[in-house]
């Protein structure tokens, strides 16, 4: 079993950039594909960015596409989010998470919605102030 854990959530500017980590322990990190999910108040929990096993296949909710990069390293096991021209609709409280990663099946997906992922950090604060 993964453990996780968030890191670099602060309290940041329009317009500014951020560097989200999420560190993992327990599981061979090499087999998971990851996600980054968010949750503002009063809303529910919402994909923004997944990355496959390898790293070779991404995704991105229609909201972050252009600002947003997600990453890993397999040798580190960690996986970052780099957030570029954030907007105050970016505050939210960010989760990375982990699913054992189904590439064996012949038509592949990636992982993209929450309820499709294991394992969860304890998430990390983002704040944007306008």
């Known amino acids: 079993q993964v453990q996780l854990v968030e890191s670099g959530g602060r309290l940041v500017q329009a317009g500014g950039s951020l560097r989200l980590s999420c560190a993992a322990s327990?599981?061979?990190?090499?087999?998971?594909?990851m996600g980054w999910f968010r949750q503002a108040p009063g809303k529910e929990r919402e994909s923004v960015a997944a990355i496959s096993s390898s790293g070779g296949t991404t995704k991105y909710s229609d909201s972050v596409k252009g600002r947003f990069t997600i990453s890993r390293d397999n040798a580190k096991n960690t996986v970052s989010l780099a957030m570029n021209s954030l907007r105050s609709e970016d505050t939210a409280v960010y989760y990375c998470?982990?699913?054992?990663?189904?590439?064996?099946?012949?038509?592949?997906?990636?992982?993209?919605?929450?309820?499709?992922?294991?394992?969860w950090g304890q998430g990390t604060q983002v704040t944007v102030s306008s």
């Open positions: 998470a982990a699913i054992v990663d189904p590439n064996y099946r012949v038509f592949y997906a990636l992982p993209f919605s929450p309820n499709e992922y294991s394992f």
């Open positions: 327990g599981g061979t990190f090499s087999r998971y594909a």
